[in-house]
T-cell receptor
Framework: DAGVTQSPTHLIKTRGQQVTLRCSPK?????VSWYQQALGQGPQFIFQ???????QRGNFPDRFSGHQFPNYSSELNVNALLLGDSALYLC????FGAGSYNEQFFGPGTRLTVL | AQSVSQHNHHVILSEAASLELGCNYS??????LFWYVQYPGQHLQLLLK??????LVKGIKGFEAEFIKSKFSFNLRKPSVQWSDTAEYFC????????????FGTGTSLTVIP
């Protein structure tokens, strides 16, 4: 049973560029959440997708957007990259029917470096 | 918004020493509490979770945590650490009001010296 997978593993971009990160949830999961983990910090919630819609959003600007596909996989898009966007981006999957009584399974992350 | 505080940023212990990592949260309602671990080069993994019932929760690898509602705390403990416990430990909280949105602490880096 494959866990949560993310691609790419590493990415280097320059300021002003756009980036797309991808995530495939664990088998049986239908909800995908995205987190940003800056160096030395805990993961910060960006947003969550369920049924191809953004259900919840953290305190991130509109430059951060996402998408969920019918197979539950998801993309995170970041436009107009800033140096401060350099971080590890984590994807977590869960089962929406469990509500808050759920365990989020995390992927290995994508390390984004903005130069 | 909820917040989670982990006051121990870096902890260094010798093998067989006892471990206690602090975690406090700010939300006053009903919460669910989690401890995640991130071993070097690996992804976040769940150590243990508390939803309700017995406030003393046992997790994997000999870890346990105690939920003390009056203190808004969920401290992680292990009686005897091993070198393989060297990792980053994160406390997280969510609630019915926040749904699936998890709030994480800043993490505690544990180094166990053989």
């Amino acid at each position: 049973d494959a866990g949560v997978t993310q691609s790419p593993t590493h990415l280097i971009k320059t300021r002003g560029q756009q980036v797309t990160l991808r995530c495939s949830p664990k088998s049986g999961h239908d909800t995908v959440s995205w987190y940003q983990q800056a160096l030395g910090q805990g993961p910060q919630f960006i947003f969550q997708y369920y049924e191809e819609e953004e259900r919840q959003r953290g305190n991130f600007p509109d430059r951060f957007s996402g998408h969920q596909f019918p197979n539950y996989s998801s993309e995170l898009n970041v436009n107009a990259l800033l140096l401060g966007d350099s971080a590890l981006y984590l994807c977590a999957s869960s089962y929406f029917g469990a509500g808050s009584y759920n365990e989020q399974f995390f992927g290995p992350g994508t390390r984004l470096t903005v130069l | 918004a909820q917040s989670v505080s982990q006051h121990n940023h870096h902890v260094i212990l010798s093998e067989a020493a006892s471990l206690e990592l602090g975690c406090n949260y700010s939300y006053g309602g009903t919460v669910n509490l989690f401890w995640y671990v991130q071993y070097p080069g690996q992804h976040l993994q769940l150590l243990l979770k508390y939803f309700s019932g017995d406030p003393l929760v046992k997790g994997i690898k000999g870890f346990e945590a105690e939920f003390i509602k009056s203190k808004f705390s969920f401290n992680l403990r292990k009686p005897s650490v091993q070198w393989s416990d060297t990792a980053e430990y994160f406390c997280a909280v969510n609630s019915q009001n926040t749904g699936n949105q998890f709030y994480f602490g800043t993490g505690t880096s544990l180094t166990v010296i053989p």
